[in-house]
């Protein structure tokens, strides 16, 4: 398997010349560019691209800002590439109010047509430029290129100055589109030292190191950098698909992390440190460590939390019950508490942290042996285990130990059972943080199958209706997101309601469902229902089997897949319909009986139909017996699907004997 690649880049040997090209100088062959040499599926390509980061000192305030200048050429080939003509630049800032924040200047934007043979540019003007503030962190600088046609160039560039030294700059050499040619170039002065790292699927063209004398000045003091030239050309966009954790994890790309400084004092400055470091530093700090430590928020109220639990698990049970009651989540995610354990309690709200610290105290004032997880969402992308990097962090949860088992628990999510994670929390690993004793990593995985089971029992009428009662059971993160959709509506009733309407096959006569809020428990959802495969008297009745979760469409697409595909958790499907019929009716037409599998015991479906004895039975077992598929599975799931929906494609008709 062709794993992504995450290396430390070493000085290589020099492959080919990567140079800055000219604003607006336009070649005939970037004019008569033909996208089937890249990708005959593009609407749209990068002809060109360059980027370079290098360090400024600022005399008046004596700090370091890096100096980033990008510049890039497309060419749009029809109208669904238009998009591609509105550009988006994240700005990032502390939040702080200080001025410890990015700046964007010099943008330039143009538009390039063909008229007459004639290449006709059309400059943006600075009124086009708009900033809108996405929260206290981060602004978007957001222009859009003027006069775009089918077959226009467009070209911009612009520069930012920050003073986030410590990430330098990320290159992103894939992205949406192909690009033919992509460089960067970052100048790193010789007292600066970078952990450097490629991510993704594809090699670099190039990759060079030369010196670059006197790059940078320093109160009078000239010195040298190392020149470093990255460059891969004939890059394929990244198409997202389904059934992935964060693209960051698998695009191809340039990553920068400051691992140490030395001063002209002579003094020098660690950045990258141990996890022996990290350690001291989260269980020390204000809002990580002291707020794990929070018992006495919890002494006086703890008996009567945990008065009627038989042993440590049902203790523990009631404890996490409590906490995700007492709590409302905020939205906002974080592995630093807001506020603290003793406010989130009186406010009854706060962040991740906030909750799962308090959940964290608690148990530790129950006298459990508990420890906090640090670890990154699926949407963050997955957090470097070559070296220690605080900022890849951005959640906690706890884990509880008893006897030999032990359990991760979120209690931002109150319709999750004890021991389930949330799915944004199943990313490879995290890293488990104790007072007392040195961190370690564990992995994020679903602790059980999400299962559901639809049967239909029912009768075919005289009058050409089927009517019966469907039951689904659900359990796992089936179950997690039916309650979701439940809880959405003001009641029951109105879920129920709003369910008959979409259902437009069928009518909803009478329901009922239990255990919405029994999360331990299985969701049990009851409908009697009524629908029409036909009229009265009518000699031959049509119907489609598959009308609970039919797969209509294949969400594998791709030709080739080179990450993999991530489930979240195993999963079940099995669906049974029997249909008590009338005398003297027999099976006309019937889909195929199907019986399919994935390599390695990796899953199955099973399709099966028959009439015995008047009584029509339809019975479908879909399985994943795997969280993860690797990207050699892939054309096997592709296919998979392909069979699948080409199964259920075939009606059922009845007819009646003569």
């Known amino acids: 398997m062709r794993k992504a690649l995450v290396i430390a880049l070493l000085l290589a040997p020099f492959f080919a010349a990567s140079q800055e090209f000219e604003f607006g100088k336009i070649s005939s062959e970037d004019r008569l560019f033909d996208k089937n040499k890249i990708d005959s599926n593009a609407n749209a390509v990068f002809l060109n691209e360059y980027g370079t980061t290098r360090f400024s000192f600022d005399s008046e305030t004596g700090h370091m800002r890096l100096i980033h200048k990008y510049h890039a050429r497309i060419k749009l080939f029809n109208k669904e590439s238009f998009d591609a003509a509105n550009i988006v630049v994240p700005i990032y800032k502390s939040g702080s109010g200080n001025n410890d924040q990015e700046y964007i200047s010099d943008i330039r934007a143009s538009t390039f047509n063909d008229q007459n043979g004639e290449l006709v540019e059309t400059e943006m003007s600075n009124k086009g430029i708009f900033l809108e503030d996405k929260s206290k962190y981060l602004s978007l600088n957001k222009f859009t290129l003027p006069n775009i046609k089918e077959n226009s160039i467009i070209e911009y560039q612009y520069t930012i100055e920050s003073p986030y030294l410590f990430n330098f700059k990320t290159w992103h050499f894939q992205t949406s589109l192909p690009k033919l040619n992509s460089t960067y170039v970052a100048y790193i002065p010789a007292n600066y030292k970078y952990n450097v790292s490629l991510r993704g699927f594809y090699k670099l063209t190039e990759n060079k190191a030369e010196l670059s004398s006197g790059c940078l000045r320093i109160v009078g003091k000239d010195m040298d950098c190392s020149m470093l030239t990255y460059n891969m050309k004939n890059v394929p966009a990244f198409v997202e698909e389904d059934y992935m954790t964060a693209p960051s994890n698998y695009k191809s790309a340039i990553y920068f992390e400051l691992e140490e400084v030395h001063y002209l004092n002579g003094s020098s400055q660690k950045y990258t440190k141990s996890w022996k470091d990290i350690d001291y530093e989260l269980t020390s700090n204000r809002e990580f460590g002291a707020q794990m430590k929070r018992k006495d928020v919890f002494k006086q109220i703890l008996p009567g939390i945990i008065a009627n639990s038989a042993d440590e698990l049902q203790k523990a049970k009631a404890i996490f019950d409590y906490i995700k009651k007492q709590i409302k989540w905020n939205g906002y995610t974080g592995k630093y508490s807001e506020t603290s354990v003793k406010e989130a309690m009186e406010k009854r709200n706060g962040n991740v942290a906030d909750i799962n610290f308090a959940l964290i105290s608690a148990l530790a004032a129950a006298d459990f042996d508990v420890e906090a997880v640090m670890l990154s969402t ?203 019929l009338p005398d003297h009716f027999k ?72």
């Not at 009517?467 to 439940?486: C, F, P, Q, W």
């Not at 009986?593 to 039975?617: A, I, W």
């Open 587 to 658: 099976l006309k037409e019937q889909p195929k009986d199907l019986s399919v599998g994935l390599p390695n015991q990796g899953g199955r479906y099973l399709l099966q139909t028959k009439l015995l004895n008047n009584n029509l039975t339809v019975n479908q077992q879909l399985l994943f017996s795997k969280a993860i598929y690797t990207s050699e599975e892939y054309h096997y799931l592709k296919e998979f699907y392909n069979r699948i929906i080409q199964a259920q494609k075939t009606d059922i008709v009845l007819s009646k004997a003569n």
């Open 378 to 580: 699926r949407d963050n992308g997955t957090a470097n285990k070559l070296y220690p990097i605080i900022s890849d962090f951005n959640y906690v949860i706890a884990k509880v130990n008893i006897g030999e088992n032990s359990y991760l628990l979120d209690a931002t999510e109150p319709l999750l059972p004890f021991g389930l994670l949330p799915l944004r929390c199943i990313n490879d690993q995290g890293r488990v943080i104790n007072l007392k004793k040195p961190s370690y990593w564990i992995d994020l995985k679903a602790t059980r199958r999400s299962s559901v089971t639809h049967s239909l029992f029912g009768e075919l009428t005289n009058d050409g209706k089927i009517v019966g009662t469907i039951t689904s059971i659900s359990s796992g993160y089936d179950a997690l997101n039916s309650r979701k959709e439940i809880k959405r509506y003001t009641s029951v009733d109105e879920y129920v309601e709003k369910l008959d309407e979409r259902l437009t096959y069928l009518k909803i006569k009478d329901f009922k469902i239990t255990n919405v809020d029994s999360v331990e428990h299985t969701l049990i959802e009851e409908y009697k229902v009524e629908f029409s495969i036909g009229e009265p008297g009518q000699e031959e009745n049509r119907f489609s089997p598959f009308f609970l979760n039919a797969i209509r469409k294949n969400p594998f697409k791709l030709n080739e897949r080179n990450y993999p595909v991530d489930l979240g958790a195993a999963s079940e499907e099995r669906i049974s319909i029997s249909i008590a």
